[in-house]
């Protein structure tokens, strides 16, 4: 199996202790998963319902992404969700942490994980482009 | 000289500030003054260590003078912290001068970053460094500021340089841990809280796990040097206050005080800024204990219940996330009715107030901040300063408060300094500027160190 650059830096990001779970979603699915196990600790208990309430906003990001919707985020019992919105995409970064986790240098390495995700999808859209030439 | 009397306006001014620092850089580029900073992201602690010196030296035409080093904790599971000094030796000269230490973040030109390594380096033929060392500072913050001072005084005796800085990076701030129980945050039952502050009192002493009693520190480095200029940090992990190390030549430490002296032809400019005001609600410390980092009483009232009133909110918000608030109304303890030095809760046990630093005075304020004003401070800081080269040190709650917009100040120092910059995030930073009379251990700020060719005034 090919290695996937993305899959490459959801698996550093997973390296953190507060990440939980991470993906590349968008509604209704999941893009791409780290290439480990994805779910750390007891989150996969909740997961059903975390990933109904991930399609619900990922409703709202898909009808505001273009108009600059950059992030959202929200809690649901001992977890926070984190989605951190590709521009002018309906898809995103999204991460499960403890509701209690040190959210600020967490998000600091979301937000470093998603710009590195970009740079790979701008690589991959300026390789498609030469090719269709 | 410049001439300054035809200044009318803020523009003009501006302008000749631009001007007179232009000057100033081109003066200090023709004084073979290198700096440089690199970096890693590897999570292999050896790997990390030989990454971060290479991507550093790379930069640099010559030796350096020094060499700073500091990582995030995550190297301690990742191999250790000896394993990651041994990777920078393999490739950093022997006999450089080495200090630096475990930090919540740090910000370079290439990002603002959580987990990595970072190092910035300075070669200069006009300048002469030496480093110290000072062990169990949390035991005795004075035998071993005493001790690192004499070991950079000794290293320093034959300079001929008149200009002197010293960098110090202490063991911060570590909660003290319940067996079988783990961290805690926050104490509800306040029958408790003078059982605490007597456990923590001991706990400090006798297993250097408490108060890191870095505004001791400071004072008595500064009375040793009293001719430095100061310029502190404590090393810290991932703002859980767990744990926390140091690095001095090829060892590392728990629970050290360290310091890098440098004498040179060049002018230490220190500046800082906070975004940090008044709200104007006063009260005083009626009663305090272990060296004024417990505040048990505000007025004769317990403290929690005069904080509370203060910044009105419900005794229910006392939970683990109440923390997430008190970043937005730190305690400021006043000085000669002039400057305010902030002071960030760490926790709530039962009626009292925990500071991670002492308190310098009785009289405090409650002060308050925002994301904005986070950030504008950082132009205040910036202005009417060489561009040159910035070394900083902030502290972590700004970190954690911004998040990722903590991008913005990023971009912000990347205009000001292009590649040549460094700002670590501590839990807390030291200021001792002589010829102004300041020597204060703060939180909550945002300092900037650069050299300049002559004294500026930045009254």
């Not at chain 1, 990001?61 to 809690?75: D, V």
């Not at chain 2, 292999?44 to 350096?64: C, I, M, Y």
């Not at chain 2, 003290?176 to 456990?199: C, D, H, M, Q, V």
Request: charged content about 25%.
């Amino acid at each position: 199996m090919q290695d996937d650059p993305i899959a490459d830096v959801l698996e550093d990001l997973l390296r953190l202790d507060d990440i939980l779970a991470c993906m590349v979603a968008r509604r209704n699915m999941i893009s791409v998963m780290p290439n480990s196990d994805g779910f750390k600790g007891d989150v996969m208990q909740v997961w059903d319902i975390i990933h109904r309430a991930m399609d619900d906003v990922f409703g709202v990001i898909s009808q505001y992404s273009q108009a600059g919707l950059g992030e959202m985020e929200f809690r649901l019992q001992e977890y926070e969700v984190l989605f951190y919105v590709f521009p002018d995409t309906e898809n995103a970064l999204v991460a499960i942490i403890p509701a209690l986790a040190n959210k600020g240098l967490i998000e600091i390495e979301i937000e470093n994980a998603r710009l590195d995700i970009l740079k790979i999808l701008e690589k991959q859209e300026k390789a498609r482009a030469i090719v269709s030439h | 000289m410049q001439d300054w009397s035809a200044i009318e306006t803020e523009e003009d001014f501006k302008q000749k500030i631009k001007g007179s620092l232009e000057a100033e850089i081109k003066e200090i580029l023709k004084s073979d003054f290198e700096s440089a900073v690199g970096m890693s992201r590897k999570w292999d602690a050896r790997e990390a260590g030989r990454e971060v010196a290479r991507s550093t030296l790379k930069k640099l035409k010559t030796p350096p003078s020094f060499f700073l080093l500091f990582s995030t904790i995550h190297y301690k599971k990742h191999g250790g912290f000896q394993e990651f000094l041994d990777g920078v030796w393999d490739v950093l000269p022997d006999k450089t001068p080495l200090i630096g230490g475990t930090v919540a973040g740090f910000i370079n030109s290439d990002g603002s970053y959580a987990r990595g390594a970072t190092a910035m380096a300075v070669s200069s033929p006009n300048m002469d460094a030496a480093i110290g060392f000072g062990k169990n500072p949390k035991k005795s913050p004075k035998k071993a500021a005493q001790r690192c001072a004499a070991m950079i005084k000794n290293g320093l005796k034959n300079s001929d340089y008149q200009n002197k800085f010293l960098f110090e990076i202490v063991s911060g701030p570590k909660f003290p841990t319940i067996p079988f129980k783990g961290e805690f945050r926050i104490i509800k039952n306040r029958s408790l809280s003078l059982l605490f502050a007597y456990l923590s009192k001991i706990s400090t002493s006798l297993f250097q796990k408490g108060a890191a009693r870095e505004a001791e520190a400071l004072q008595f480095l500064s009375k040793e040097l009293d001719d430095f200029y100061i310029l502190g940090g404590s090393s810290m992990d991932d703002c859980r206050y767990v744990d926390n190390f140091q690095f001095y030549n090829k060892k590392v430490y728990k629970n050290s005080l360290l310091g890098l002296g440098l004498q040179t032809n060049l002018f230490p400019i220190i500046k800082s800024g906070s975004g940090l005001i008044s709200t104007g609600k006063k009260s005083n410390v009626t009663k305090d204990r272990v060296w004024g980092h417990i505040i048990c009483s505000l007025d004769h009232k317990p403290a929690t219940d005069v904080y509370l009133k203060a910044v009105d909110w419900p005794e229910k918000i006392l939970d683990e996330r109440v923390y997430t608030k008190t970043i937005y109304y730190p305690l400021g303890s006043i000085i000669n009715e002039k400057l305010i030095v902030p002071n960030v809760i760490a926790l709530f046990v039962g009626k009292y107030i925990v500071l991670a630093h002492s308190i310098p005075s009785k009289k405090l304020c409650l002060l308050t901040t925002s994301g904005e004003r986070l950030t504008k401070a950082i132009d205040d800081a910036l202005f009417g300063i060489p561009s040159n080269f910035g070394f900083g040190v902030s502290c972590a709650i700004r970190m954690q408060t911004l998040g990722d917009k903590v991008n913005i100040v990023k971009e912000k120092l990347k205009s000001k300094f292009g590649d040549n910059f460094l700002v670590i995030y501590t839990p807390g930073e030291s200021i001792y500027l002589p010829d102004k009379g300041i020597c204060q251990h703060f939180q909550n700020t945002f300092n900037i160190l650069t050299f300049g060719t002559s004294k500026i005034d930045l009254t």
